[in-house]
């Protein structure tokens, strides 16, 4: 990943967002990671991620949707085999959508979870169409459904709901075991402790492991493109992406520049 720098346009009020374009990362190819950080003030330098060496050309859509405290997500919400970019606002659980990889209004719009809910945004049928699912920090609960909703309207009760990990360790999501399907893991922040399950059940972890230092952001993704999920860690001192290949302890595969200051990630895996 090689890092450009762009200048803050107007007043900057919403999440500035960059979508890479499925280049490949040196050697390898597969999942590619989308950053997002809160506005700057007018004027300012920020970074954007593109996607491979510089020598491949690939492309990078950037701009702003939203509002600057709401959460990011990637996913394909349209069932077309393309990521482009969502958001959930966790004060009143509204959820937008895009359909395109362009600035603009949301395309879905509609309501999940309760406030201060962490959204979850995964394949979790095997279907091929992502969905956004819920993570409640407070109860170590996930609550995960399998369509989208539409209209501004609340989109119902979830097609699983079960406790998983303790309060207040962050989720992230991928297909760990290859069969296709997106499950649930955690990671605990202080410690560096990464766990998940292999199915969306309660019960405990099928894998877990100790990667990155405390205060890493982790995300996870295909990254050579074998058809599982594997690990990695966003280190915000350095500007780093530590790749892990395999779900084990041990040293990264690989650490890409990233840019500093970045505050969210999601994966976007196709």
Known sequence: MTISPVTAQGSGAGTRYSVTAQAGCGAWSGSQ????????????????ISSGP???????????????????????WNCDGIDTPGLYRRSGGAVYLRNSNTQGIADIRFFFGNPGDLPLAGDFDGDGCDSVSMYRPSEARI??????????????????????????DKPFVGDFDGDGIDTVGLHRESTGLVYFRNTLTTGIAHSQFIYGDPGDVLVSGDWDG????????????????????DNTQG?????IPAGN????LAPHRR
């Open 251 to 255: 040293y990264a595969d690989a650490a």
């Open 261 to 264: 200051g970045y505050q969210t």
């Open 33 to 48: 990671v989308t950053a997002s950080r809160r506005p700057v003030p007018s004027g300012a330098t920020r970074g954007t």
């Open 143 to 168: 609550f995960v459904i399998n369509e989208l909703g539409s209209n501004n309207a609340g989109l119902g009760a979830a097609e699983f709901d079960f406790m998983f990990g303790n309060p207040g």
């Open 226 to 245: 074998d058809g599982d999920d594997t690990v990695a860690v966003y280190r915000p001192s350095n500007g780093l992406l530590y790749v892990k290949l």
């Open 54 to 76: 510089a020598s491949t050309g690939a492309a990078t859509a950037t701009g702003y949707f939203g509002s600057g405290k709401d959460q990011p997500l990637i996913g394909d």
